[in-house]
């Protein structure tokens, strides 16, 4: 998996910008997207909640905004088209590759890490694949959802050895 990681606050430090690309490569593996791209910016409680506001129309900052990437339009090839374009077919790749992008804020990462008790680091592994998986198509809506998303987020972070305690 390719992960392209901004830093907008200039704080987040190497050592948790390797595990969220060592975190999201390990997540993509368990869930079969080894060949996807995304982007991580992390950023502060203030461009969270700009961010929160103008994608969820909620007035408040949050800890991670996942923005799923849908193409608008539906690109379909027959076999002749790219039979004829070899270079079509890299292009189709290239283009069905982008899955999205995370906005973590590390200053709600802060916060949470020290409400619930656990690392910076847990809370920064744990936002990065909950994020990761909205991106995919988990959700937790229903409480059916809610069992799926959650069972498999715990799985990667505990197989990954970011454990709560």
């Known amino acids: 998996m390719y992960v392209e990681l901004i830093d907008e606050t200039n704080e987040v430090s190497d050592a948790i910008k390797q ?36 994608y969820r129309e909620t007035d408040r900052p949050t800890d991670v905004i996942s923005l799923e990437y849908k193409p608008e339009l539906p690109i379909s090839f027959d076999e ?15 283009y069905d590759s982008y899955i999205g992008e995370l906005f973590i804020s590390v200053d709600k990462a802060r916060e949470q890490a020290a409400d619930y008790g656990h690392s910076f680091e847990r809370e920064m592994g744990f936002l990065a694949v909950h994020g990761f998986l ?18 498999l987020q715990e799985e990667i972070l505990t197989a990954y050895g970011l454990t709560r305690h």
């Open 19 to 54: 595990q969220t690309l060592d975190l999201l490569d390990f997540a993509a593996k368990k869930t079969g997207k080894e060949d996807k791209e995304m982007a991580v910016t992390f950023v502060t409680n203030e461009r969270s909640h700009e961010l929160n506001l103008a």
């Open 80 to 94: 002749e088209d790219l039979a004829e374009d070899p270079d079509l077919a890299e292009m189709l790749a290239e």
């Open 134 to 151: 909205h991106i995919n198509g988990y959700d937790h809506y229903t409480p059916e959802e809610e069992k799926e998303m959650f069972s």
